[in-house]
């Protein structure tokens, strides 16, 4: 995975087009993986269930 750094210090113009992308790039990510992600998510769950009974 590749990290992006950029300036912390947005106007808030800026700040609300960058809020904008991040929301449709997650609504494009649920069209085409929604179900992949749930499954991984109850997955993780389960997982984390079973742990919390074994100790």
């Known amino acids: 995975m590749k990290i992006l750094q950029t300036t912390q210090y947005l106007s808030a113009e800026d700040a609300e087009s960058i809020i904008q992308f991040l929301d449709d790039i997650r609504e494009m990510l649920i069209a085409h993986y929604g179900e992949e992600i749930r499954q991984h998510h ?5 997982l984390e269930e079973n742990g919390q009974k074994n100790e």
């Open 42 to 46: 109850r997955s993780r769950l389960k």
